[in-house]
Structure formats: structure tokens, C-alpha cells
């Protein structure tokens, strides 16, 4: 059994008797000494008088009022000047802790500036360059100069003609907590007070430059997510892309991404761990559907996060909302407990915006790409039946008359035949232009140059006709300005081939503060108000079409024809 044993407190010092106030002594001289006074003078004036002795009586006289009563006042007075010298020396003591007071508070007042001006600072440079001056203005140093791990660094001078520090001045070496150094220089050696101002300056100046490392990082990993899902169009790639810069910041060692089908049911459509990547189409988990229900980012330990991930102790998901509901979920984890408390959420959260655009994004071009593909069958649908159907139906229809007229009428036969045999060459042909057409152009990977010159060369052999292209000037479009000015070029060539009957075409390229597209035939003509929303088999622009696509880029289109004249189209793109 334990027994409690007090340990005895440390004698306190004896209380310092109690000082009497100045006006407290001069009012107790005032009550007190004109009655003592009057008490004393009496009772030697009575001793006096019993003397026999006039001399005597002299001599005490004498002696009484010669020496007593100047040394009482005497006495008296050096008690009174005592404590008026001790109010003197409390003043100056009031003073000096008033200076030193207000020295202090401008101190603060100058570290408080500092702080605001680190935290208004855009980059580490500036960073840099105001702590310097920061450290300057609260120390009172000549110089200053403060570096940082990375070649990074800042100067500043105060009051003095001294463009940098000299052998004459005092130098002080501040480390900083999370690496780099404060130098700071003085007229006099500092003392142990700036010692410890320099100290906790130093501390001050880390918080704000990891704070800006902090923003810088932050900004860095917005425009990777930014630049990872800019014109993605393959959602698994999308959001791998995403996940990873996001599991990168956070540290996690899985990730994952649900979203929310045409049913409204949460499904895994991309997932990642130390195994590898995941299955995808598998039903969101429970705490997946937590986080759906919730606008704020979750994050749980325990059975649920295994439920997310096998041998993962800790999850955090971030929901991924617009305003036309929910999209997805994004789920990250980690294999220690509590790996996610301090992880920036609101960073988080906002790079989840990003994701979710993107994903709204991807979603919209691959239902327009399908409805697209729905056009562009019911277009060679129609195309087919239209055109090579009939011709091919006609062309049999003349074949089966020719072997009924075979043995009774052998010249006639041999001409249907021949005219069948032109009729399916013709159609051969039509096929050809529609294969050639329809063919995919690497638009991206040669550029509009390059590909437009392989399209004009291949379309002058395809089609028997004499085609050339002339460049002139710089051109530097975007690459949808580029794919704009192609697909018109494909058109009106596609025009060429189907319509004009040409012998030769020619296509010029000009560039300059507008480009210019131009492409000329010598076929047959027609007349444009006629045919104004004529389709070509390239892709169902027609000519309507392709004005308005060139127009909203802030372009212009004209075609120039007449019956038996050919037929010129120019194409006007402003150039960036």
C-alpha cells in the first residue's frame, strides 16, 4: 500500500515592509510635529526654569535652540526629500518601461506587418524579399539576407549608405527550423534580446514560407489535375489521370472513382491499389453511398474503409456534384489510420469540381460522337439506297434482259451489257470517293500542312484529276480553327468529286493576320441559290453547313459558280 507523502513548499521570502506614500509622511508631519513641538518646547522651558542659575538658563537656552531644533528639522526634512526621491526614481523606472513598452509594441506591430505581407506575397520570391525587409525594419539590423534550400534567397538594407555588409559590422546567424538561414548584421553586437527576437523571427518567416511553398503546391497540383483532363475524351484514362495527381497530394495508396449511371445507380468505373487496377462496373460500396448522400467529404476508419479497399485502414471521399445533381464519387486509401486527418479538403474538394466538369465533359462528347456515328450511318443508309442501291438494282435488272435477249437479239445484249458494265464501274467509282472520304485523317499528328497535302495528292490519284497545293505566309491556328478549315477543304474537294465534273482543281493556302482558304475547279458549275444545302457523302456537311461552322469561329465563306464556269470556295479564318 502506497502512502501519500507531501513534500514541503519552499519557504517564501520575508514580505518587504510596506512603503509609506510621500503624501501620507507630509500629512503625518503636518498633524504630528506642530504639537510635538509645542509638547517639547513646554517641557524644557519648565526643566529650564527650575535651573537657580541665570547663566544656566542661558547655556540650556542656548543649547536647545541650537542644536535640537535644527537637527529635528533637519531630520524632518530629509524624510520628506527621501521620499520624494523615491517618486523620482519610480518616474524614471515608468519611463524606461514606457520605452521599453513602446519599443515592444512597435516590434509587434512591425513582426504583424510582416505576417500580412508574407501572406500577400505571390511567389517564394517575393516571399523572400519581404522577410528580408521584414527582418530589417523589426530588428533595426543594417543588413539582411535570408536563403532557402534550393539556390532561393532575399536581401534587403536598412538606414545606412552601405550597399552590403562590411568587416566593421556585427553579423548574426539565425537557423531556420525547416532549413535555410536569417543573416542579419549590425552596427553594434546585438544582444541577448535580438538574439531571441532574431529567434522567433525566424520562426514567423518559416510558417509564411511554407505557407507559400504550401500555395505554390497547391496551385501546381490544380494545373496538373487542369492539364490531365483538358479535351480527354476516354473516361478510364480521364480519370486515372485524375486520381493519381489527386492520390499523389494526399499520399494515398488507393484510389477510385464511381459514377452515377443513367439509372442513377453508383457504379466502379475506374480503381486502383498495390494489386493493380480493378474490374470496373461492380456496385459502389456503403461508405461510396455515404458520401454520395453527403455534400462534404467523408473520411472513416475501420471495417467501412476495408469494405473500400482490402487491407486499407483509413478512406476519404469526396462527392462530385453540379448543379444538375450527382456525378460521382471519388474514394482514396490509405493503409494507416488516420492518414487523412490533416489533409486539405477544401483543395480536395475543389479539384473534385474539376473532375466533375471533365467527367460532364467526356460524357457529352461521347453521346455526341454516338450520335454522330447514328447520323453518319443514316446518311450512308440513305446514300446507298439512293445512289449505289438503285444503280446496282438497275444494273441487274439490264443484266436479266440481256439473257433473255442473248440468243434473240445478240447486238442489242452486247450493248446492255456494256452499259451495265459502264453503269457498275461508275458506281465502283462512287464507292471509292465515299471510302476515300470517309477515311480517318491524323489531323493531330501531321498538322493542317501535311495533312492537307497528302489529302489533296491522294485525292487528285483517287479521283483522276490534276490537283496541286500552294502555301504562302505563316499560319498558326488552334487545333480546332485547323480541323475547321480541314473539314472544308474535305467538302469542297468531296463536291469536286461528286458534282463538277472537273478536270482540274487547285488549292491555295494563305497565311497572315487571316488565313485563307481557297479552292478552285474547272468543272461544270451550278448555280448557288439552287443548291445552297447540298450534302456531300464526307460527312453530311453541305454548304450551309459549313458557312455556319466557319462563321461562329468568326470566319467568313463564300462560294463564287455559274452554270458551265467551275466553281471557286474561299474560306476566311482569323488567325490568333
Not at 65 to 88: D, F, K, N
Amino acid at each position: 500500500m502506497q502512502v501519500p507523502v507531501s513534500l514541503p513548499s519552499s519557504p517564501r521570502p520575508p514580505a518587504a515592509p510596506p512603503r509609506v506614500r510621500l503624501s501620507d509622511r507630509v500629512r503625518l508631519v503636518r498633524n504630528v510635529l506642530p504639537p510635538l513641538i509645542i509638547l517639547v518646547v513646554g517641557l524644557v522651558e519648565f526643566l529650564i526654569s527650575r535651573l537657580n542659575s541665570v547663566q544656566g538658563e542661558q547655556w540650556a537656552h542656548l543649547l536647545f535652540y541650537g542644536l535640537v531644533g535644527p537637527a529635528v528639522t533637519y531630520y524632518s526634512v530629509e524624510w520628506i526629500a527621501e521620499g520624494t526621491r523615491a517618486r523620482e526614481r519610480a518616474e524614471r523606472e515608468l519611463r524606461d518601461l514606457y520605452g521599453q513598452l513602446s519599443i515592444s509594441h512597435a516590434r509587434l506591430q512591425a513582426v504583424q506587418e510582416l505576417m500580412r505581407d508574407l501572406g500577400g506575397a505571390p511567389d517564394m520570391g517575393a516571399v523572400l524579399e519581404v522577410a528580408a525587409r521584414g527582418a530589417v525594419r523589426v530588428t533595426g539590423a543594417t543588413h539582411a539576407t535570408l536563403s532557402v534550400p534550393g539556390g532561393l534567397s532575399g536581401s534587403a538594407r536598412g538606414d545606412t549608405l552601405l550597399s552590403a555588409p562590411s568587416a566593421a559590422l556585427h553579423p548574426l546567424a539565425v537557423r531556420l527550423p525547416g532549413g535555410g538561414e536569417l543573416l542579419l548584421h549590425f552596427e553594434t553586437p546585438p544582444s541577448p534580446d535580438t538574439h531571441a527576437l532574431a529567434q522567433a523571427l525566424a520562426s514567423e518567416v518559416t510558417t509564411g514560407i511554407e505557407a507559400a511553398r504550401q500555395r505554390t503546391l497547391d496551385l501546381m497540383t490544380l494545373y496538373s489535375v487542369d492539364q490531365s483532363i483538358r479535351a480527354e475524351r476516354n473516361m478510364r484514362r480521364l480519370l486515372s489521370r485524375v486520381t493519381r495527381t489527386m492520390a499523389e497530394r494526399v499520399g494515398a495508396d488507393a484510389r477510385a472513382a464511381y459514377l452515377s449511371d443513367q439509372d442513377g445507380v453508383l457504379r466502379l468505373e475506374y480503381a486502383q491499389d498495390r494489386r493493380g487496377e480493378a474490374q470496373g462496373g461492380m456496385p459502389a460500396p456503403p461508405f461510396a453511398a455515404e458520401v454520395a448522400a453527403s455534400t462534404l467529404p467523408l473520411i472513416t476508419d475501420g471495417l467501412p474503409a476495408s469494405e473500400v479497399f482490402p487491407d486499407v485502414r483509413s478512406v476519404l471521399g469526396l462527392s462530385m456534384r453540379d448543379e444538375e445533381g450527382l456525378v460521382g464519387v471519388l474514394v482514396f486509401g490509405h493503409h494507416d489510420a488516420g492518414a487523412f486527418d490533416d489533409a486539405r479538403l477544401p483543395l480536395l474538394a475543389l479539384m473534385a469540381g474539376q473532375a466533375t466538369l471533365a467527367v460532364r465533359n467526356a460524357r457529352a462528347y461521347l453521346y455526341s460522337e454516338e450520335l454522330a456515328i447514328g447520323d453518319e450511318r443514316a446518311r450512308i443508309a440513305r446514300e446507298i439506297h439512293d445512289g449505289v442501291a438503285q444503280s446496282l438494282a438497275f444494273a441487274a435488272l439490264k443484266l436479266d434482259v440481256v439473257a433473255r435477249q442473248l440468243h434473240s437479239d445478240p447486238v442489242r445484249a452486247e450493248s446492255e451489257v456494256k452499259d451495265a458494265s459502264a453503269l457498275l464501274r461508275e458506281q465502283i467509282r462512287e464507292v471509292r470517293r465515299s471510302i476515300f472520304a470517309l477515311r480517318p485523317i491524323d489531323l493531330e499528328r501531321y498538322g493542317l500542312l501535311e495533312t492537307a497535302r497528302r489529302y489533296v495528292l491522294d485525292f487528285g490519284e483517287q479521283n483522276g484529276v490534276r490537283a496541286n497545293l500552294d502555301v504562302s505566309g505563316e499560319i498558326h491556328l488552334s487545333p480546332g480553327d485547323e480541323a475547321v478549315i480541314f473539314r472544308i477543304l474535305q467538302e469542297s474537294l468531296n463536291n469536286v468529286a461528286k458534282h463538277a465534273r472537273a478536270r482540274e482543281v487547285s488549292v491555295t493556302l494563305h497565311g497572315g493576320m487571316i488565313v485563307t482558304l481557297r479552292v478552285q475547279d474547272d468543272g461544270v458549275g451550278f448555280d448557288p441559290e439552287h443548291v445552297s444545302g447540298r450534302v456531300s457523302s464526307a460527312g453530311g456537311l453541305g454548304l450551309m453547313q459549313m458557312r455556319e461552322r466557319i462563321q461562329a469561329r468568326g470566319g467568313q465563306y463564300r462560294i463564287l459558280s455559274a452554270p458551265g464556269h467551275g466553281t471557286v470556295i474561299e474560306a476566311e479564318m482569323p488567325q490568333a
